[in-house]
C-alpha cells in the first residue's frame, strides 16, 4: 500500500474550507447586483474571488458567468449542448479520468445506470432502519447527552463518513482506518489550487493520496470478492453488476468507488451544519419542527436551496449559443452561480428568507439534469436521521451563548466551521 502521509480528518476538513475562500464579501449583495445590473457576465466570476477551478486550466477558454435561474436552468438541463468532460482534466486527473461529474453522453449514462441502484430510495430506505439510526443514536447522540454541550459540527464531520463508507461495503469495526481513507478523500478535493506554487505542492499531496486511497479501496474490493460478494452494499453490487455488456474488473470497481468517496461526507457535513445554524438561529422554527417531524425533510430542501454547499457548477458550451442576449461561443466555460440561482427574486418569493412552508420548486444545491447528485437521497435521509436523532436526545437544543455564534461562510464548499451548543 502506498505510503502517503497520514492525515487527521478534522485537519484535511480546515484545508479543504480554507481553500475556498469568500469569507470576507457578503457574496448574496454581490449576486443580487450581478442579477438585476450583469446577469451574464463576460469573465470568470470565482476567479475573482481566488476559488481554485475544478476544471483543466487552459487560459484559451473564454468564460461567461451565470447568476439568473431561469439562464442556469437552461444549461444545467441541456447535457448536450453544456458538457462537463473537461472536469476529467482537472479533478478528474486524480482518478484517472473516472469520475462521474466528468463524463458525457453515453458514457455517462451507462456509468450513472450501473452506480444507480445503490442510491435508490428502497435500498436506503432499508438502510436507514438496519444501519444508519443505531449508529447516529447509538454512537453518536446518545453519547453525547450526558455533556449538555458540545460543538454539533464535531458529530457533523464524523457520522455521514461511518454511514456512507458502511454502505460502500467498508467494514464497521475499524472506525481510525476509516477516518483515514476520508482523510485522504479530502486531501484530493483541496488539489485544485489558484496560486501556482501552492498548486505544485497541492497537486503532489492529492496524487499520495489519490494513491493511498486507491490501494485502500483496492484492498476491500478484493476480501468482498473472495467473500462471494452478495452484499447489498456498493462494492458487492459493483463486483455482481454488468457495464458494456462485460463484469467490472477490480481495478474498475476499485477506480469507480474512489471517484464517489470525496463529495460523499463532506458535502453532507457542511449542508448538515448550515441547517443545524439557520434552525438554531430561529428557536421558535426550531421547537415547530421538534414537535412536528413532517417538518424536517422540508427544513432540510430549504436550508439546501437557501445555504447550497457546491455554489456554482461549470459546463462547456458544445456549439455557439446565446444566453441573456450575450453571444457564447463553443467552446466557452459556462459558470452557473447556484448560490445566485437560488435566491433569485424572480423565481422564489421571499427568496432571501428562510422559509420551510414555501412552496416547492426545484432549486439547485444538489445540481439538476443529467448530473443532479446521485447521492442526493442518501444525502437527504443522513440529514433527517441526525435531526431527528438530535431532536429526540437532546433536550431544549440552543446554541451556546459563551461562545461566538456559527457563520456560514465560504464563496465554494460553504458552510459553518463550529456550532457550539448547549442543552438541557
Same mark, same amino acid.
Given at each position: 500500500?502506498?505510503?502517503?502521509?497520514?492525515?487527521?480528518l478534522e485537519s484535511a476538513f480546515a484545508g479543504v474550507a480554507n481553500n475556498y475562500r469568500g469569507a470576507d464579501v457578503d457574496l448574496y449583495a454581490v449576486y443580487r447586483d450581478m442579477r438585476k445590473n450583469t446577469p451574464v457576465l463576460e469573465g470568470d466570476f470565482m476567479a475573482t474571488l481566488g476559488v481554485p477551478t475544478i476544471a483543466g486550466l487552459d487560459p484559451n477558454r473564454p468564460t461567461f458567468t451565470l447568476f439568473k435561474y431561469q439562464d442556469v436552468m437552461t444549461v444545467l438541463r441541456d447535457a448536450a449542448n453544456f458538457t462537463s468532460g473537461f472536469i476529467a482534466e482537472g479533478l478528474g486527473a486524480f482518478f484517472d479520468g473516472l469520475i462521474?461529474?466528468?463524463? =458525457?453522453?453515453?458514457?455517462?449514462?451507462?456509468?450513472?445506470?450501473?452506480?444507480?441502484?445503490?442510491?435508490?430510495? =428502497?435500498?436506503?430506505?432499508?438502510?436507514?432502519?438496519?444501519?444508519?439510526?443505531?449508529i447516529v443514536r447509538n454512537e453518536y447522540i446518545?453519547?453525547?447527552?450526558?455533556?449538555?454541550?458540545?460543538d454539533l459540527m464535531d458529530f457533523g464531520l464524523h457520522f455521514p463518513i461511518r454511514l456512507i463508507y458502511s454502505l460502500m461495503g467498508f467494514p464497521d469495526?475499524?472506525?481510525?482506518? @476509516?477516518?483515514?481513507?476520508? *482523510?485522504?478523500?479530502? *486531501?484530493?478535493?483541496?488539489?485544485?489550487? $489558484? =496560486?501556482?506554487?501552492?498548486a505544485a505542492l497541492a497537486r503532489k499531496a492529492a496524487m499520495e493520496a489519490a494513491q493511498a486511497l486507491y490501494d485502500a479501496v483496492k484492498v476491500e474490493v478484493v476480501q468482498v470478492r473472495k467473500a462471494g460478494a452478495q452484499g447489498e452494499d456498493l462494492i458487492s453490487r459493483? @463486483?455482481?453488476?454488468?457495464?458494456?455488456?462485460?463484469?467490472?474488473?477490480?481495478?474498475? $470497481?476499485?477506480?469507480?468507488?474512489? +471517484?464517489?468517496?470525496?463529495?460523499?461526507?463532506?458535502?453532507?457535513?457542511?449542508?448538515?451544519? +448550515?441547517?443545524?445554524?439557520?434552525?438554531?438561529?430561529?428557536?421558535?422554527?426550531?421547537?415547530?419542527v421538534r414537535a412536528d417531524r413532517s417538518l424536517v425533510p422540508r427544513a432540510i430542501d430549504e436550508a439546501v436551496r437557501f445555504e447550497p454547499v457546491a455554489t456554482f457548477k461549470v459546463r462547456q458550451a458544445a456549439k455557439d449559443v446565446e444566453i441573456g442576449g450575450v453571444r457564447i461561443p463553443k467552446g466557452a466555460m459556462v459558470q452557473c452561480i447556484v448560490s445566485s440561482a437560488n435566491r433569485d427574486?424572480?423565481?422564489?418569493?421571499? +427568496?432571501e428568507t428562510f422559509d420551510i412552508d414555501r412552496r416547492p420548486k426545484p432549486s439547485f444545491g444538489f445540481g439538476f439534469g443529467a448530473h443532479m447528485c446521485i447521492g442526493q437521497f442518501i444525502a437527504r435521509v443522513e440529514l433527517q436521521v441526525a435531526l431527528n436523532? @438530535?431532536? =429526540?436526545?437532546?433536550?431544549?437544543?440552543?446554541?451556546?451563548? +459563551?461562545?461566538?455564534?456559527?457563520?456560514?461562510?465560504g464563496a465554494q464548499l460553504r458552510g459553518p466551521h463550529s456550532v457550539p451548543v448547549i442543552w438541557g
Open positions: 500500500m502506498t505510503s502517503a502521509k497520514a492525515t487527521s462521474l461529474t466528468g463524463m =458525457d453522453g453515453e458514457a455517462h449514462r451507462r456509468a450513472r445506470a450501473l452506480l444507480q441502484p445503490v442510491f435508490m430510495p =428502497d435500498v436506503v430506505n432499508r438502510w436507514r432502519e438496519s444501519k444508519m439510526e443505531p446518545g453519547p453525547m447527552a450526558a455533556a449538555g454541550q458540545a469495526d475499524r472506525p481510525e482506518q @476509516i477516518e483515514q481513507y476520508a *482523510a485522504w478523500a479530502l *486531501a484530493i478535493l483541496a488539489g485544485p489550487q $489558484v =496560486d501556482a506554487e501552492r459493483l @463486483i455482481r453488476a454488468e457495464y458494456e455488456g462485460r463484469g467490472l474488473d477490480d481495478h474498475e $470497481v476499485t477506480t469507480f468507488v474512489r +471517484s464517489l468517496l470525496p463529495a460523499a461526507g463532506e458535502t453532507t457535513t457542511r449542508t448538515f451544519g +448550515s441547517l443545524m445554524t439557520l434552525l438554531l438561529e430561529r428557536p421558535a422554527l426550531l421547537e415547530r427574486e424572480d423565481a422564489f418569493e421571499n +427568496s436523532a @438530535i431532536l =429526540d436526545l437532546l433536550p431544549n437544543l440552543r446554541l451556546d451563548p +459563551s461562545k461566538p455564534a456559527p457563520e456560514i461562510v
